[in-house]
C-alpha cells in the first residue's frame, strides 16, 4: 500500500540553525509529494510540493527535492526563526492524502 | 480571498447529542474532504465528495455521516457524539479530473469537545 514515514519529534533547535527533517515514501506509481506544516490551533497549510522526479519544491526558505531512487522527500532549511516552531507534516497523494505521523519543531530564540 | 471556511471554531456537545459541523469554500472546488484530527497525530480521512459522488472510506464509524447540498457547502454529522470523538475535524478541498487530484486546501479546522 501507499505510506509515508517521517522522521519522529519532537525537534528542538536554536535560531538560525540548520533544519531537516526526513521524509520516505512508498507508493505505486508516481505520487504527488508535499510538505504541509500546522501552527498552534489552525488547520494544515500547504508549505510546498512536488509532482515529479527530481522536481524540487521550494517556499519561505524551505526545499525538498522529490528523489525517486531513494523514494525521498526531506525537508530542510537553512536558518530556521521563531515563527517555524509547528507541526509538520510529509504527504503523498495517489490521488486521496496519505499523511506521515507529523514532526513537531520548536526554535528557541 | 478565495478560502475554505469553518463554523464554528469550537464546538462543545454532550454525549449523545448530534452535532453538525459545516464547511464552505469560495474556490469553486469540485472535491471536498472531512479529515479526524487527535492530539498530536496525523489527520485521519472520513470520507470525500468527487462532485456528488460520495466516498467513504472503509474504516470510518457509521456514526459519523455527510452532505454536501453544492459546490460550495460540506457538512459533517455526527450522530451520537462519543468521548472518543472529540477531536479537531478539518475540512478540505481541491479540484479532481478523473483520477488526479490536485493539492488540498484545508480550513482552519473545529475543535470538538464531547462532554
Known amino acids: 500500500g501507499n505510506s509515508v514515514t517521517q522522521m519522529e519529534g519532537p525537534v528542538t533547535l536554536s535560531e538560525e540553525a540548520f533544519l531537516t527533517i526526513n521524509c520516505t515514501y512508498t507508493?505505486?506509481?508516481?505520487?504527488?509529494l508535499f510538505w504541509y506544516v500546522q501552527y498552534p490551533g489552525e488547520g494544515l497549510q500547504l508549505l510546498l510540493k512536488?509532482?515529479?522526479?527530481?522536481d524540487k519544491g521550494s517556499n519561505k526558505g524551505f526545499e525538498a527535492t522529490y528523489r525517486k531512487e531513494t523514494t525521498s522527500f526531506h525537508l530542510e532549511k537553512g536558518s530556521v526563526q521563531v515563527s517555524d516552531s509547528a507541526v509538520y507534516f510529509c504527504?503523498?497523494?495517489?490521488?486521496?492524502?496519505?499523511f506521515g505521523a507529523g514532526t513537531t519543531v520548536t526554535v528557541r530564540a | 480571498d478565495a478560502m475554505v471556511i469553518q463554523n464554528p471554531r469550537y464546538q462543545v456537545t454532550q454525549f449523545g447529542k448530534p452535532v453538525t459541523l459545516s464547511c464552505s469554500q469560495t474556490?469553486?472546488?469540485?472535491?471536498m474532504y472531512w479529515y479526524q484530527q487527535k492530539s498530536s497525530q496525523a489527520p485521519k480521512l472520513l470520507f470525500h465528495?468527487?462532485?456528488?459522488?460520495?466516498?467513504n472510506e472503509a474504516d470510518t464509524p457509521d456514526n459519523f455521516q455527510s452532505r454536501r447540498p453544492n459546490t460550495s457547502f460540506c457538512f459533517l454529522d455526527i450522530r451520537s457524539p462519543g468521548l472518543g470523538d472529540a477531536a479537531m475535524y478539518l475540512c478540505?478541498?481541491?479540484?479532481?479530473?478523473?483520477?488526479?487530484?490536485?493539492?488540498?486546501?484545508f480550513g482552519p479546522g473545529t475543535r470538538l469537545t464531547v462532554l
Open positions: 504527504a503523498l497523494a495517489v490521488p486521496e492524502l496519505s
Open positions: 512536488a509532482t515529479k522526479a527530481d
Open positions: 507508493a505505486t506509481g508516481y505520487p504527488s
Open positions: 474556490l469553486n472546488h469540485n472535491v
Open positions: 465528495y468527487y462532485d456528488k459522488d460520495f466516498n
Open positions: 478540505a478541498t481541491a479540484t479532481g479530473l478523473g483520477i488526479t487530484y490536485n493539492e488540498q486546501f
